[in-house]
């Protein structure tokens, strides 16, 4: 029994593979982004942070398929990524390093490096979806629950947020 869209739809919308996989890519970016895109520099970095870092955790669990494209496409060396996806990323990560750095400087919270920020909260809630299989298999679980989610998310927030300087909203 065939399932989904018939592919010749699909052809109609997209000439061909690569387009359609350029098309998820974007999807995916844009997603990801949309979680952390209104912060500016008078937020409070603690709230900021502490909730990128649980919706990021959230979307990585409830969409594990996602984060396992992206990263099995920037192991591969991003071949399939245009120019145009390249610079959004880019430009993108640039800005939300510029509100780190002014919080920073307003002595909101300790310096740290907000490429390697972005880098460490990037590694750390996708590694749940990337590697599910094995964090599963050392847990004894079957899948994921809701109350993981909220285990996964406090203590990231409160490693993180730690080593900004910052305190997170509760306690381990």
């Not at 989904?4 to 098309?23: D, E, H, Q, R, V």
């Not at 502490?50 to 192991?75: D, M, Q």
């Not at 071949?79 to 990323?89: A, C, I």
């Amino acid at each position: 029994m065939q399932r989904g869209l018939p592919k010749a739809n699909l052809l109609y919308y997209f000439s061909n593979k690569a387009n359609l996989y350029n098309t998820v890519l974007e999807g995916i970016v844009h997603q990801w982004d949309r979680f952390f895109t209104d912060i500016t520099e008078d937020d409070d970095p603690a709230e900021s942070l502490e909730s990128y870092i649980r919706i990021k955790v959230e979307h990585a669990l409830n969409y594990p398929n996602a984060s396992k494209i992206f990263a099995t496409e920037i192991i591969q060396g991003a071949p399939n990524m245009n120019d145009k996806l390249r610079q959004y990323v880019h430009d993108n990560l640039t800005n939300k390093c510029k509100v780190i750095e002014s919080w920073i400087a307003q002595g909101k919270m300790n310096k740290v490096d907000p490429h390697h920020l972005f880098f460490l909260i990037w590694s750390s809630t996708q590694y749940y979806a990337d590697y599910e299989t094995q964090v599963l298999l050392i847990t004894d679980k079957q899948s994921y629950h809701t109350e993981d989610i909220e285990r996964i998310s406090r203590f990231l927030c409160h490693m993180i947020l730690s080593g900004c300087g910052l305190k997170p909203t509760y306690q381990l």
